[in-house]
């Protein structure tokens, strides 16, 4: 009986830990801002970016839209973290690529791949040009999107579903030896350690998917400009995608579990979606 509590006490103790460390960067979300890589350094968002932001926040009923702090990220990708209901507020991590007017723009940016400068004058680097140009549609989409996790506390999602499993996978274990057959008792823990770590990476993939799709329905259905501007960037990112991709010769069990446990959805079938939501959402389709 005393090992069984103790047992208990490590299992809630555990599961307490992963919520507050997993949340703890988003009740202080400066620190995602201060994340190595997250931040490019010596930019800062122009005050219209901020304002705008705000005003889109406070379109999709965002609770204290004055909370959300923005800046720019190092990469070609956005990100948030945070919650406006506490007072460490919300960030909205914007790439660089937002801040683009012209080509000439893209070239004296001094955006590197994979280590190196782009050679703006091959192939690749004609499309990545091209690509890294963004319309307000395209830009509003992705304001909207980020906000829409912010408004629905996304990032809190993926820590607590952590610590749930590993309560339910610790009363599972004390409970399931009742209706075991003896033989089965040796190996029962082994089994089902093995069953809810694949179970907690199917559900985590299929919240985590399931919440990026949200956000797209939830950016695209603010106007339909908006929709059309998701529509505009998952093409973008499918070429830059299908581009630098290396062909693979075959299917490896690798290359199925990468693709299979992604945080993201594929583009091609959140484009699909975004699509289907251009043709019915309200609103301008102007590129303003």
């Not at 400066?30 to 005050?47: L, Y």
């Amino acid at each position: 009986m005393e090992r069984l509590r103790s047992i208990r006490k490590f299992a809630y103790l555990t599961a307490g830990g992963i919520l507050v460390l997993g949340s703890s960067p988003h009740v202080f979300p400066e620190a995602i801002i201060k994340k190595e890589g997250n931040k490019a350094p010596d930019v800062s968002p122009p005050r219209e970016l901020e304002n705008h932001v705000r005003k889109i926040a406070a379109s999709m009923n965002v609770t204290n839209p004055d909370r959300i702090r923005v800046f720019i990220t190092s990469g070609f990708s956005s990100v948030c973290g945070g919650t406006t209901l506490l007072p460490g507020g919300a960030v909205l991590g914007l790439p660089r690529s937002v801040l683009f007017r012209s080509d000439k723009d893209i070239v004296e940016s001094g955006i590197t791949m994979h280590g190196a400068p782009v050679d703006w004058t091959t192939e690749e680097g004609k499309v990545l040009r091209e690509t890294l140009l963004p319309s307000t549609r395209q830009t509003n989409f992705s304001i909207a999107h980020e906000l829409s996790h912010i408004k629905h506390h996304d990032s809190f999602y993926p820590i607590t579903l952590a610590s749930v499993f590993l309560i339910v996978g610790y009363h599972a274990a004390i409970s399931l030896p009742k209706y075991l057959p003896p033989s089965f008792i040796r190996v029962e823990h082994a089994v089902l350690a093995v069953v809810s770590l694949l179970g907690y990476a199917v559900v985590s993939r299929s919240v985590r998917w399931w919440l990026e799709y949200r956000a797209d329905s939830t950016a695209g259905r603010c106007n339909r400009s908006y929709a059309l501007g998701g529509v505009e960037l998952m093409k973008k990112r499918k070429r830059i995608e299908d581009l630098f991709r290396v062909p693979k010769k075959r299917v490896s069990y690798e290359n199925f579990v990468s693709s299979y446990f992604k945080s993201h959805p594929p583009y091609s079938e959140r484009l699909e979606r975004l699509e289907q939501l251009s043709h019915t959402s309200s609103g301008d389709d102007s590129d303003t």
